[in-house]
């Protein structure tokens, strides 16, 4: 089934397609955390929601590389290393290894690449330099180097392409070097910004004096050396989209001419509480502070993917709540599954398209259908109340159970939930049961026997049923 996405580009829900012209490979970036502080909540719905695209593209069958860069270098970042007396290295590596430790915990599959700013300064430099051959980038007299939206207009470029700009009602023509900048004006934006005092040691030297790069140059020069020119899919977090985004667009097409991203695809808006998440209000979460509230990783990844990413979100301690009963439906579901369908040892390959609730099917078509994950679960949790049907009314053979199992392990490959039961028989011994299984049918008895020790000095016991084997845990 065709993968379908929203394109914030063209506005609408397209057919996805890669670039790659054998229709395998795909290469998406996506902005990664300004290591400062610890990541909250709100950030973690845009990661969260990156981790469920490329698992949907790897669902799909699809070869992703997946690039999430590191901002090591920012205004907020040099701020934050003065006010603490540390170095550069120092302050963002600590915050760095706190935020894949929790990209770790919400269930995230780990990034192919994760470019740092800071590594990548040659590379931003060639990117300038580019842009002022072309005359689209300009040395101001406080030393900076400024992209100009006019001159990048003036070559026939659309500056605006996410989000329909209405340059009319915007202040057009000013200039700021702040790496965020308020959304009301169209200004030219800092591509290298010229060291000041307040910059310490954090500087590096290039053609245009020393200085350091701007936020934006550092996405466009990351995701082209790392994903070429023009690359595949880009997501972020809405808010990003003027002006990171459009920034970024101007950047990279005002230096290549090429088109830069294929789909754009942005992420909604959280509300914890129903509030806009401040630290006055006290529904500022990070996912440090839930977890010390008691809610496991799984849980809070769970409750971010309930809601479409298109549809702003309201996070609760309830709805926290919530998602550890939803859990523990589907755990109890798999674990009587896992039970039934060990008897099936040794373990059955089964065409999970037999299975006679076509879970996996259904699942496909919701989830190509624009992350239609409010349907995805729907599918999930009817499989579930079917399957606890057939499990209390004894229907269910070894067989059927081990297909269930083997569809729900796909379908978990895209939720990335992965279900752990107490009873849960570890790889290691599964195979020695097979081992002995094998011994017996070659009738090689010392050698089945040796195994059942082995098994018993490991805390598990087998035993023959007219069945099959049984593994119970002592
Ligand atoms: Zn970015």
Same mark, same amino acid.
């Given at each position: ?27 998406? $970036? ?20 990156? %981790? ?67 590594? $990548?300064?040659?590379?931003?430099i060639a990117l300038i330099e580019k842009l002022i051959a072309r005359?689209?980038a ?7 180097v ?60 290039s053609p245009f ?46 230096a ?113 259908? %624009? ?104």
């Open positions: 089934m065709a993968l379908k996405l929203f394109n914030t580009l063209s506005r609408s829900v397209q057919e996805f397609a890669p670039l790659d012209s054998a229709g395998k490979k795909v290469g998406m $970036y996506c902005c990664g955390p300004t290591v400062y502080d610890f990541a909250h909540i709100g950030n973690w719905r845009t990661f969260v929601f990156a %981790d469920l695209v490329r698992r949907t593209l790897e669902f799909s069958g699809y070869a992703v590389q997946h690039v999430m860069n590191i901002t090591d270098i920012e205004d907020k970042i040099i701020k934050r290393v003065r006010e603490n007396k540390t170095t550069l290295r120092e302050f963002t590596g600590k915050f760095e290894t706190a935020f894949l430790d929790d990209l770790k915990a919400l269930g995230c599959r780990e990034p192919h690449v994760k470019p740092h700013a800071t590594e $990548y300064i040659a590379e931003i005359g689209i300009y040395q101001a007299s406080d030393g900076s400024y992209f100009s939206i006019t001159k990048y207009q003036g070559c026939g470029c659309n500056y605006g392409q996410l989000l329909k700009l209405n340059f009319d009602g915007m202040r057009a023509g000013e200039r700021v070097s702040a790496d965020e900048y308020e959304k009301e004006s169209v200004a030219d934006f800092a591509l290298w910004k010229a060291r000041v005092p307040d910059d310490g040691d954090i500087f590096w030297p004096g020393e200085g350091r790069p701007g936020w934006h140059i550092e996405c466009s020069a990351m995701s082209m050396k790392v994903l070429g020119e023009s690359f595949d899919l880009h997501l972020g977090g809405e808010d990003l989209k003027f002006p990171h985004h459009e920034d970024e667009i101007a950047q990279s097409e005002g290549t001419g090429k088109p830069f991203v294929k789909f754009w695809l942005h992420g909604a808006h959280l509300l914890v509480e129903g509030k806009k998440m401040s630290k006055s209000l006290g529904n500022f979460f990070t996912l440090r502070d839930l977890l010390a509230k008691g809610f496991t990783g799984r849980e809070v990844r769970y409750l971010l993917l309930t809601a479409h990413y298109r549809e702003t979100f309201n996070f609760t301690l309830d709805g926290l709540a919530g998602a550890k009963t939803a859990l523990a439906r589907i755990d109890e579901c798999v674990g009587k599954l896992r039970e039934i369908g060990r008897d099936a040892l040794p373990r059955v390959q089964a065409d999970p398209q037999v299975n006679p609730t076509n879970l996996l099917a259904n699942f496909t078509a919701a989830i190509s259908d %624009d992350l239609n994950i409010s349907a995805a679960w729907g599918v999930v949790f009817e499989w579930v109340r079917e399957t606890n049907k057939r499990l209390a009314d004894n229907s269910l053979s070894s067989t059927d159970a081990a297909a269930n199992l083997a569809a729900w392990e796909k379908i978990d490959s895209v939720l990335g939930i992965s279900v752990k039961t107490e009873t849960e028989i570890p790889a290691e011994i599964l195979a020695l049961a097979e081992a002995r299984t094998a011994a017996k049918q070659a009738k090689d008895f010392k050698r089945a026997d040796a195994i059942r020790d082995e098994l018993k000095s490991k805390g598990w016991v087998i035993e023959d049923s007219p069945k099959g084997i049984k593994l119970k845990k002592m």
